[in-house]
């Protein structure tokens, strides 16, 4: 099992910055990769980006250029510049392990225009 707790949303501005953390709780020996999604109203859940053991990355197209995941040892954060209104939504922190996804609670991120 491992337990997800994300900290760090709020309310910015278009073209601010914000930076999201995540940190892992339990069965962290057997995470292979942690990355963050997201969920805007009315829409589908989305991948924002993911970074594997290795240290491999992966961005969704929208946020390339704009955000950097990083991990630790049992954290991974989410530095988000330049932020537009669409990338107004709810983050999850998601932990692949065991072949199986956790996830955390969710924190909001709205970006005013």
């Known amino acids: 099992q491992v337990q997800l707790v994300e900290s760090g949303g709020g309310l910015v501005q278009a073209g601010g910055s914000l930076r999201l953390s995540c940190a892992a709780s339990?069965?962290?020996?057997?995470?292979?990769?942690m990355g963050w999604y997201r969920q805007a109203p009315g829409k589908q859940r989305e991948l924002v980006a993911v970074?594997?053991?290795?240290?491999s990355t992966n961005y969704a197209s929208s946020v390339k250029g704009r955000f950097t995941i990083s991990r630790g040892k049992n954290t991974v954060t989410l530095q988000m510049n330049s932020l537009k209104p669409e990338d107004t939504a709810v983050y999850y922190c998601?932990?692949?392990?065991?072949?199986?996804?956790?996830w955390g609670q969710g924190t909001q991120v709205t970006v005013s225009s």
């Open positions: 998601t932990a692949e392990a065991t072949q199986y996804i956790y």
């Open positions: 339990g069965s962290i020996f057997s995470i292979t990769a």
């Open positions: 970074v594997i053991r290795g240290g």
